[in-house]
């Protein structure tokens, strides 16, 4: 898998969330396998300029258990605005401290200044937000959200005293999560200790249309990326979104036909806007098999640990699955993976468009594929077959996997 992996157009922070049934140690995550977050920071495979590194600060966040009623609010974060890779205190709490649910993440600036107020992961009460994005091709001297100095205002303008003195630093993901308190206040009080997951939903897709508006009303014409994740500690929420309809989709050695470019190679064609890249795995157990080598283990259909990750932490590729762009991913506090379509003016039809049902006829299987059209409406549902062991299906009224 490292040699089929291709490179993002640019230079891209990092993320990793991991929610497990029993705690696990963060050594197992952030330090110990061979392609660690830590080490994506000088190593990214998923990165076009080989020579770009995340070495502007890390953060790493994490809860204790939720069962424990005297368990303080909020999560421990540490956090630097030294290179990860170099921290000796990173990997001494690493070795020492165990888990449930950890927000990693590591910086590449691009907006605010170097400093540890513009460093991921944010936290409110029991609130952690982090953002991963990839500049697009065009835009390297601005952030996720493209034009954030031209659209900051009209963003503050709609925020409340209380959530306009929330973000510390300079930078638009910070804004961002101030932006997202602000909607999830109109449903429900922030501070509360556990929020339902479906409220989180609601905020997060509110906060995404609510940016695009924003970006829409002064007319800007780069593509924003908007990979955000938030948690309470019990559920979590994270997006996968462009404000392109037309995207490159070409990963791990495959090309797609999206509206009506055909992707290649090829320097002779324009470039096209790319998402933030995102991938998940689930299984029973995250294993070291060898010295720095992990994979995901299945004993059973339940997923007792969730990896949401913007660059698989394996080479084994069968335990990762690409989300697709334009989605909202939701994990329950019962571990259940869920999908959502963001559908707006930029959701695409591509991933039914461009896969034939041949395969699936000639093995017996049947094909059967909705879309929804508006955001209130179910998840896309798919019937497929499922492999025992795969924890492959549907949970209420969305789906599960695959993606």
Not at 242 to 267: D, K, Q, Y
Request: net charge neutral; glycine share 4%.
């Amino acid at each position: 898998m490292a040699d089929e992996l291709t490179r993002s157009p640019s230079p891209p922070c990092r993320l990793l969330v991991v929610k497990s049934e029993q705690p696990i140690q963060l050594s197992q995550l952030l330090t110990a396998p061979a392609h660690s977050i830590i080490n994506q920071a000088s190593d990214s495979r998923l990165r076009l300029d080989a020579g770009s590194i995340n070495a502007d600060g890390f953060g790493v966040a994490w809860y204790g258990p939720h069962d424990d009623a005297s368990t303080p609010l909020g999560p421990c974060i540490f956090r630097s605005i030294t290179p990860a890779w170099s921290n000796s205190n990173l990997h001494r709490i690493a070795e020492r401290v165990k888990s449930p649910l950890v927000f990693a993440h590591v910086r590449a600036s691009t907006t605010g200044a170097l400093s540890e107020e513009n460093t991921h992961p944010w936290s409110y009460y029991n609130l952690v937000w982090m953002h991963k994005y990839d500049l697009p091709y065009s835009t390297l001297v601005t952030g996720c959200i493209s034009e954030f100095r031209k659209i900051i205002r009209h963003l503050q303008a709609d925020l409340s005293d209380e959530y306009f003195g929330v973000p510390q630093g300079n930078t638009d993901s910070e804004w961002a999560f101030a932006c997202y308190l602000e909607r999830l206040s109109k449903i429900t009080d922030p501070k509360a200790r556990t929020i339902p997951h479906q409220l989180l939903r609601q905020a997060m897709l509110e906060t995404v249309q609510l940016i695009s508006s924003y970006t829409q009303r002064i007319g800007v014409t780069e593509p924003s990326l908007m990979n955000f994740c938030v948690s309470d500690g019990v559920s979590v929420v994270s997006t996968r979104y462009i404000t392109s309809a037309t995207e490159e989709v070409s990963r791990l050695g495959e090309t797609f036909i999206v509206a009506t470019h055909v992707l290649s190679s090829s320097p002779l064609l324009p470039p096209l806007p790319q998402a933030a890249s995102l991938f998940f795995s689930t299984g029973s157990m995250f294993e070291e098999y060898e010295p720095g080598m992990f994979r995901m283990t299945k004993a059973d259909k339940r997923e007792r640990i969730i990896l949401i990750a913007s660059e698989p932490l394996t080479f084994e590729r069968a335990d990762w699955v690409e989300i697709p762009s334009q989605s909202l991913i939701v994990i329950t506090p019962q571990n259940n993976l869920l999908k959502y379509p963001i559908v707006d003016q930029f959701f695409q039809h591509h991933a039914v468009s461009v896969r034939s049902d041949r395969f699936a006829s000639r093995k017996g299987y049947r094909w059967n594929r909705t879309v929804p059209t508006a955001n209130n409406n179910p998840p896309t549902t798919t019937t497929t077959p499922t492999t025992a062991g795969t924890g492959l299906g549907t949970q209420g009224n969305a789906v599960v996997a695959p993606l």
